[in-house]
């Protein structure tokens, strides 16, 4: 399906979600479908740091050994609780806790260990993130996916996270249109289990959603106050990565700054305009978590702290 005829069904789809009453159109109680997060006061940029910007130092990673670590330098191992010890001795506000590189063993005590070093540590827990796909057709792994969503809302509400990274996923067994009408049920019925445990889920600009085009209407269409976009300023794929990015800060519950941008009309990796980016969040008044999730190819030892201190003194400006 082309860019503008799925827009037209995610529209559509947003539309749908109001109910119908004696004729008209009536919102839903707790419907957003058409609105942004509203915010009052000046913006507030709260730094964080994704352990995914040290992926190739954890043990382990999606439950598995991690065939990377094998070779990483002795002192240079990487778990949760040096990761956090990593955020405060550099100065962040949060930790941002990747799912991805728990232990494949961990259990409810390990969670509360966790979530006792990060206030030791003086470290809030900005949010976590999961590697889901919804996009598969109705069936067994589509459950499964909805179910290991819900663990992982329980598990962030014991972890004291606000907030869950989320994707909409790929799919090669249905159509397009066909996959996005299961993405939002899906959601929806996520959201709903998240909203009793007080978490948000934030929607990656991520696969199939790279772009604003596509990622603001699927976000409308969801009828959920506790849905929003997380903004990943390195993942559009459009000429103008900036103005795609602008358009969806209103919506977006939780910012991941890369240092590199990827233009469709540009070949290769761009160095990111983190200035630009920083400003367009200000001007738009966002108040909440900025994560730095590190990707370029420099040693993240040698580069993380630069790039930490880069977004200290942006945000303080």
């Known amino acids: 399906m082309n860019t503008l005829s799925r827009r037209a069904f995610l529209n559509a789809s947003a539309v749908a979600s109001l109910a119908v009453a004696g004729g008209a159109l009536v919102h839903p109680p707790a419907a957003r479908a058409k609105e942004p997060f509203r915010r009052?006061?000046?913006?507030?940029?709260?730094?964080?740091?994704?352990?995914?910007?040290?992926?190739d130092f954890f043990a382990s990673m999606r439950g598995k050994p991690n065939a990377k670590a094998k070779s990483v330098p002795a002192g240079r191992e990487m778990d949760m609780f040096k990761f956090v010890d990593f955020c405060a001795e550099h100065g962040c506000v949060g930790t941002e806790l990747t799912s991805y590189f728990f232990p494949p063993d961990f259990d409810h005590a390990f969670?509360?260990?966790?979530?006792?070093?990060?206030?030791?540590?003086?470290?809030?827990?900005?949010?976590?993130?999961?590697?889901?796909?919804?996009?598969?057709?109705?069936?067994?792994?589509?459950?499964?996916?909805?179910?290991e969503t819900k663990k992982w809302i329980d598990r962030a509400a014991l972890l004291g996270a606000p907030h869950i990274r989320v994707f909409a996923g790929v799919t090669?067994?249905?159509?397009?249109?066909?996959?996005?009408?299961?993405?939002?049920?899906?959601?929806?019925?996520?959201?709903?289990?998240?909203?009793?445990?007080?978490?948000?889920?934030?929607?990656?600009?991520h696969d199939s959603i790279g772009s604003a085009d596509t990622l603001l209407p699927m976000?409308?269409?969801?009828?959920?106050?506790?849905?929003?976009?997380?903004?990943?300023?390195?993942?559009?794929?459009?000429?103008?990565?900036?103005?795609?990015?602008?358009?969806?800060?209103?919506?977006?519950?939780?910012?991941?700054?890369?240092?590199?941008?990827?233009p469709a009309n540009v070949k290769g990796n761009v160095p990111a305009d983190m200035?630009?980016?920083?400003?367009?969040?200000?001007?738009?008044?966002?108040?909440?978590?900025?994560?730095?999730?590190?990707?370029?190819?420099?040693?993240?030892?040698?580069?993380?702290?630069?790039?930490?201190?880069?977004?200290?003194?942006?945000?303080?400006?």
């Not at 940029?45 to 352990?51: I, R, V």
């Not at 966002?286 to 030892?301: F, H, I, N, S, T």
């Open 275 to 317: 200035k630009r980016f920083t400003q367009i969040l200000r001007d738009q008044g966002y108040q909440g978590w900025v994560a730095l999730e590190y990707e370029a190819k420099e040693d993240p030892w040698t580069a993380v702290p630069r790039i930490l201190g880069e977004m200290k003194q942006l945000f303080a400006a």
């Open 111 to 147: 969670l509360m260990q966790l979530r006792r070093h990060c206030f030791l540590r003086g470290v809030a827990n900005s949010g976590t993130a999961i590697g889901n796909n919804f996009s598969h057709p109705k069936g067994p792994k589509r459950d499964a996916e909805i179910a």
């Open 172 to 205: 090669k067994e249905i159509p397009r249109d066909e996959a996005d009408r299961l993405v939002i049920t899906a959601l929806e019925e996520c959201c709903d289990y998240a909203g009793q445990k007080g978490v948000f889920l934030g929607l990656e600009n």
């Open 40 to 55: 009052g006061g000046k913006a507030r940029l709260q730094l964080s740091l994704a352990a995914y910007s040290f992926r």
């Open 219 to 262: 976000v409308k269409a969801v009828n959920s106050p506790w849905l929003g976009i997380n903004l990943d300023s390195g993942n559009f794929r459009t000429d103008d990565p900036y103005k795609d990015f602008e358009r969806c800060v209103p919506y977006s519950v939780n910012v991941q700054f890369k240092t590199e941008i990827h």
